[in-house]
Nanobody
Framework: QVPLVESGGGSVQAGGSLRLSCAVSLRTFDNYGMGWFRRAPGKEREFVGGISRSGFTTYYVDSVKGRFTISRDNAKNMVYLQMSSLKPEDTAVYYC??????????????WGQGTQVTVSS
């Protein structure tokens, strides 16, 4: 039983949009900060951004700021990553994660299996 399951990945052209979803089966979902990470080919895993327990505040790495939006629906135990103006360098496996700690701290505790996002030029 995987507590975090990503979906919505796929292939899009540069400039396009894609929305990733993460279904969370962890108990007391609203007690976790949530985040998104990605691993691009030949690169280390990168912390894309996170969202607070309430969903009121967010953090984004500079490279996606203004293009990506993280949101959560605590009533549905869902977290989302809305991606727009996608670039080829956004191509990566994207992972949903949950943390006991601060959502801005990349040391997360639970991880999904990942979903592939491919952006073609």
């Amino acid at each position: 039983q995987v507590p975090l399951v990503e979906s919505g990945g796929g292939s899009v052209q540069a400039g396009g949009s894609l929305r990733l979803s993460c279904a969370v089966s962890l108990r007391t979902f609203d007690n976790y900060g949530m985040g998104w990470f990605r691993r691009a080919p030949g690169k280390e895993r990168e912390f894309v951004g996170g969202i607070s327990r309430s969903g009121f505040t967010t953090y984004y790495v500079d490279s996606v700021k203004g293009r990506f939006t993280i949101s959560r629906d605590n009533a549905k135990n869902m977290v989302y990553l809305q991606m727009s103006s996608l670039k080829p360098e956004d191509t990566a496996v994207y992972y949903c994660a949950a943390t006991y700690g601060n959502y801005r701290d990349p040391r997360y505790n639970y991880w999904g299996q990942g979903t592939q996002v491919t952006v073609s030029s």
